[in-house]
Every structure is written in C-alpha cells, then in structure tokens.
C-alpha cells in the first residue's frame, strides 16, 4: 500500500510504527524438500516460477485492500496516510466529466446523480485559510461544486443530529439495560459506551483490541448516516435506484476513506456503496487549484436543503451542534441522559462551557487529567447526595487512547461513556485538514486551535438537535409514525463491528 506523500512525522506525537503485520501473507505450500524451483522476472515486470524441467507458470500479484490493514502506520493516529485510487479527487472530476459526454451525446439517462456532503471541519478548515466566515464558504463551495456539475450539496452536521439524538438514545437504553453498572457483561449493550465516530480508533480497536468492541456505540457516524440518507430516503425521492446516486463526502480526515470502503456499508442488491468517494479538505483544496478556481473569489449560491436548520426557515445559517469538532456526543449525550435518567435539567452548553473552564456549575464537576487537555472528565452530581451520578470523558489522541484501553481491560475504568478522537485535538487536526504555511508545531498548534475556535462557533447560538424540525419531518417521513423507534431506523441507523485475529503482535510504539 503506498503511503501519503503528505504525512509529517515530525508533527506526530503518538505515531504508531509499522510492523510486519502490514504485509498481507500468502499461504505457502510446504512440499517437506525443495524442488529446485527459481523465480524469473518477465519483459512486462511479472513475475515466473521456473520449474526443475524449466516450465514456467506466471505468478498472480498480491493484492491489498483496505480490509487487509491492520492499523498499524500512521493512518491510525495522524489520519494522514490512507490514499486510495477510487477515492480521490480525481475520481470525482472523472464522473462529472462521464457526466458530461453522457448529457451531451444525448444519454443523459444513464449520468450519476451527484450528492456532495460537507463536513463542518472541512469547512471550517477552508474559512481559516481563505479567512472568510464558514456561511460564505459554504455557499462558495456549493457554487464552484454545482457549476462543475453537481446536483446536490448538502451539510454532514444535518446528519450529524439525527446521530446524536440516536447515539444519545443508545446510551440511555444501555445504561438502564445496565442499571448504571459499568462492564456488567461482556455482551454488545454494556457499558461503557465508546463512541465509534472515528474510523481511525474503530480500525484500531478491531484490530488490535477486540476484547473492547462490545462497548463501542453501534449508531453510525455522520458520514455514514448521511450515506443512508442520500443512498436510501433521497435516492426514494428522486425516483431513483440507490446505484444511480454518486455520493461524495468532503471530510477532514483519511481514515473516513476507510470508514466508506467497509462491506458493512455497500449494498450487495445495488452493488454501490452509501459513501461512493472520500475527498480530503486538502485534496478538495488541491482540486480548486487544479481547476483554476479560488474560493478567494468564487461566486456564491443559495443553499441546497439539508443546509437549513428548521424546515421552514428562509434565512440562510448554518447548522451547529455544542461541542468540540469531535462532534459533541459527550456534551448532548450527557444533558439528554440527566434529563431522561435523573429528571436533571443541564443543557449542552452548560456541559461544554464547564468542560473547558469557561463556566462553574453546581451539578457539574471537570478535570483534566495529568492536566493533558486531550483527556478530560466531566461528572454529573446527585443534586440531593452531591454523589456522582454519571462520568463521562473525552480521550483524544492515541497515548491517552491506550490508557484508556488498559483501564477498560483491567477492569479500572469508572467512566460511563467516552468520546473519542484518534487525532490530538480531536477533528480539527485531522490529517486531511489544510495546514499551516510554517510548519513549525508552534504554527501548527495555534492553527487548529484557530480551527476549533471556528467550528465551536459556528453560529454562536446552537439548538438542540431534536428541535431540528426539518430533521424530525425527514424522521417522520422516512420511518412513519415509530419514527427512530421503528425497526426501519434501527437497521439504517445502526452498523457493527468485527473483531480481527493477528498472529503477533509486531507493533513498534515510541512516544
């Protein structure tokens, strides 16, 4: 597998070194004693197995697919090394182009519909370079997108909300199934709850910690909740089949290519999957250039559905959920679960504000940990016996993530749900992101904390996803009157997680 020419070792501070695993094996036939067989190389680059008697049989290459990783390089921490042919921007300016020819040679019937959804952090990525704010860019990115030819564009904080209002509804279901008792089972629906938004540390967990998959949160990311939308609900709409819609996701991260090539996610009846393409920031950044185009002065155009955030708005804004660019699931699932637990009112904010130091709250209680600000807790108190009533945490980066795993496995973690991030800094220092000009980690770090800052607040007041009306018409409308309740929800809404067997461990880690 090659490697991103992008990625930067310098900037790692828990890379993760490849071992022998990263070598897919191939089954070795033992005959007990050599058979004088050599290994010739062929005019074309093949390779021969030249027999005793001199017959020469062509061997087949070794193929490598995304299922074939084991986690082990720095696609797990960084993000930044997952390149795959199918999903780059290339192969989003080659269907435009098939588009294209195909409308103008009068087959317009058989050209994709385009779907293009865009991450909150891309997003607030390209507004700390181009310095514009994130609603401008959003709206100069749908114009350059649609004057190449695409027909939708749409925001992944939209899904973002239908999965934190389903993520939250997971845990609540978990922690009475558990009646709030943390590892009572090793059964999937135990607590704790990990999130499972970044496919950097599910890739990571599956592979090298499978003993942790049965606390993992089965409620897809927003990336892939979107991908069932388009692929399902719009595809439903628009009269069309799920294959006849090409889904594009810009993203701040690799390992979201990743995320979209799983089985779990491609539809064996339509043979495509609910994410077709993954574009990186970057690359979308690095398309622009190659196209002539500048977001410096691209012009601007309305905002498709799916931007707005109550189904009957006119003013065009942004949608925004409380929380770091990790997504906010520690924040909302927190205030969600006080108030369906304990009839405790607390709003996401409130948990936001006390989890960075900005505020005080009487039933809220925040730490860091080893004052690392990639490892904090926040808990929520009894207001009657002042006692903890639920400890949530967010581990961010790959040396707090294996603490975690070790407490988690010895039995010595008191935290009832985690948020997790492969990337120090969560999403906004996902490998995919623009970088800085000075590449000196000064630069670096005052730049993604500009981007968080950006994607915190964006816009500055926030709602609660489930006032989302134009989310709950979509709910309503999708899966009837059960709404997320029905079995329909929960099969499109849900996926799972498979533990790999690795012969050894070869794993090099150097702090």
Known sequence: MSFSGGIRLTDLNDYITPGQECIKP?????????????????????????????????????????????????????????????????????????????????????????????????????????????????????????????????????????????????????????????????????????????????????????????????????????????????????????????????MMCYDKKLEASRDDFYSDIYRTRDVDCVVTTGEFDRMLAETSTSLATAPEAALDSLFKTHASDQEEQLYSSTGTSAGGGLEYTMAYAARELFGINISPEEVAKVGIGEATHPLLQSK???????????????????????VFAAVYGFRHLQNLVRKLKSGRSVYHY??????????????????????????????????????????????????????GGLIYEWFGPEGLDSAAAKQALHTQFHGVVAKANTLGVSW
Request: hydrophobic share 35%.
């Open 26 to 250: 191939v089954q070795v036939k033992k005959t007990g004693q050599a058979d004088g067989s050599k290994i010739k190389v062929g005019e074309e680059g093949d390779y021969y197995e030249v027999s005793k008697d001199g017959e020469e049989t062509k061997l087949e290459k070794a193929s490598i697919t995304l299922n074939d990783c084991l986690a082990c390089s720095g696609c797990v921490t960084s993000a930044e090394t997952v390149l795959i042919t199918m999903q780059s921007h290339h192969e989003l300016l080659s269907v435009l182009e098939e588009n294209r020819r195909l409308r103008e040679s009068d087959s317009g019937d058989m050209a994709k519909y385009v779907v293009v959804t865009i991450a909150p952090q891309s997003r607030a990525s390209l507004a700390l370079k181009y310095q514009l704010s994130p609603l401008i860019v959003a709206k100069r990115m749908t114009a350059v997108l649609k004057a190449m030819g695409v027909d939708r564009v749409v925001d992944s904080a939209f899904s973002r909300d239908l999965t934190l209002v389903e993520s939250a509804r997971e845990f609540v279901g978990r922690f009475r199934k558990c009646n709030g008792k943390l590892q009572s089972d090793q059964d999937s629906g135990s607590l704790p709850v990990l999130a499972s938004w970044c496919p950097g540390w599910v890739c990571y967990a599956e592979k090298t910690h499978a003993e942790v998959l049965p606390w993992m949160s089965t409620t897809k990311s927003p990336q892939q909740a979107m991908g069932t939308v388009v692929k399902d609900y719009l595809s439903k709409k628009l009269g069309l089949t799920p294959d006849k819609i090409y889904h594009v996701a810009i």
């Open 368 to 390: 860091t940990v080893r004052n690392q600000a990639d490892h904090r807790e926040i808990t929520l108190l009894d207001p009657t016996t002042n006692q903890p009533r639920l």
């Open 418 to 471: 985690v948020e997790v991030a492969a990337c120090p800094s969560a999403c906004s220092n996902g490998g995919g992101q623009i970088q800085p000009a000075d590449p000196s980690p000064a630069a670096k770090k005052q730049w993604v904390a500009e981007t968080e800052h950006i994607c915190r607040t964006t816009p500055s007041e926030h709602q609660l996803p489930e006032n989302n009306t134009a989310l």
